[in-house]
């Protein structure tokens, strides 16, 4: 592979570090940048949802041994419907057996821990540089690749000739830290409700990470309140053993939309990747899985080249997007689906959404299709 190649890197979080640490692997030499300082992209109160497909890539890289600590796996998963009082609990023995003996479902990993695990990789790396916006200003490099990493509403993304497809929920979510007594150890609960699916992360036996999703102008009344209110209104609708005792944490909001950015096909050196390239409902957490599934077509393309040319490099997007093409539309009609059956209360639709809960409790079968879909995705065999 060469080494004399120069790739920028534009949007320094959890999926730009992640592209940063695979291509550096390459002896590509990698300049990575961010309007933010590093503390600040550290500091962000987020939470995910890791998935088996998500390990696999991160064991590839490295990185998994270096971020267990800080992961906290749950074994059960409880998905209700509000409006029909539905439920059912997936467990570890609904895996498929090669991930079986892992028992687990998935892993809950807050924000910090996992961007201070992958700047402690950058610094470790000779051919990653990192500088601000501000710092960058001056050099005279010239890139022979450049990949966009700056989230789904960036000013930079605004301004590129790239066709960009949205579909707005009018929804957003409220995301905070609470304390917690009486739950069922190490379980996660995704609840559907007329105005939008609720889910509870936890962090440890005390502490869940809360993601509700509701109308946007109900979002900023409950932004707006008191935490005890908050608190009050919460309560009602979490499962009758799960007793929250208070607010941990600051509460944060952000929108949700299902969107898709397509280039129109040149031979410039460009692409996006992660939220810069797709969106999706946060429903079934799936969004920052799929975008370091990006990462890793990204590796593999030049991975497996024996040198990398300016004719390589020409044809990379269009790989790039193909191969991502399969995994990206299935999760968009998977999760927009979800959202269509499950976040209302029409009449029409209770006949189909109480059968689903039917089929999920009598045949093992949909349950392992099911719950095997969303922790190891399509793409999971493919990953070496």
């Avoid at 950058?122 to 916006?133: G, L």
């Avoid at 004719?311 to 269009?318: C, G």
């Avoid at 995994?327 to 959404?353: C, M, Q, Y």
Wanted: charged share 20%; net charge positive.
């Amino acid at each position: 592979m060469n080494n004399y190649l120069n790739f920028k890197i534009v949007g320094c979080g959890p999926s730009g570090l992640l592209l940063a640490i695979s291509l550096s692997k390459l002896n590509f030499n990698i300049y990575i940048t961010d309007l933010l300082t590093r503390e600040k992209l550290i500091n962000k109160d987020k939470t995910y949802a890791i998935t088996h497909s998500t390990k696999k890539i991160l064991s590839k890289f490295n990185l998994w041994d270096k971020l267990f600590s800080y992961l906290y796996k749950f074994d059960s998963l409880s998905i209700s419907d509000n409006v029909t009082s539905d439920f059912t609990i997936l467990t570890t023995s609904d895996l498929d057996k090669d991930i079986r003996s892992l028992d687990t479902i998935g892993w809950v990993v807050k924000h910090s821990d996992l961007m201070n695990v992958f700047f402690d990789e950058v610094n470790k790396k000779d051919n990653i540089f990192f500088k601000s916006t501000i710092d960058s200003s001056s050099d005279d490099i010239k890139f022979d690749y450049k990949f966009i990493s700056t989230g789904a509403n960036s000013y930079y993304k605004k301004n590129q000739n790239f066709l960009d497809f949205k579909k707005s929920y009018n929804q957003s979510c409220l995301t905070f830290e609470v304390l917690v007594r009486g739950n069922v150890p190490r379980r996660a609960y995704e609840i559907f409700r007329k105005e939008g699916p609720l889910a509870l992360l936890p962090l440890d036996a005390d502490r869940y990470q809360i993601i509700w999703t509701a109308t946007t102008s109900k979002s900023i009344d409950r932004l707006n309140s008191s935490k005890s209110f908050l608190l009050d209104n919460l309560s009602t609708i979490v499962p009758e053993n799960f007793k929250i005792d208070q607010i941990n944490s600051d509460i944060n909001i952000f929108p949700v939309s299902l969107s898709l950015c397509m280039p129109i096909f040149n031979f410039s050196k460009e692409v996006f990747v992660g939220d810069s390239f797709h969106t999706f409902h946060p429903v079934g957490g799936q969004g920052l899985n799929t975008c370091w599934r990006d990462v890793n077509v990204i590796y593999d393309i030049f991975n497996r080249d024996i040198s990398t040319s300016s004719k390589s490099l020409n044809i990379f997007k269009y790989k790039y997007y193909l191969i991502r093409s399969f995994d990206i539309f299935s999760t968009i009609v998977v999760t927009d689906s979800l959202i269509k059956f499950f976040a209302n209360n029409k009449l029409l639709l209770l006949p189909l959404r109480k059968f689903s809960f039917i089929l999920l409790n009598r045949f093992n079968l949909i349950r392992r299709i099911i719950l095997n879909h969303m922790t190891k995705s399509l793409i999971y065999s493919s990953i070496k």
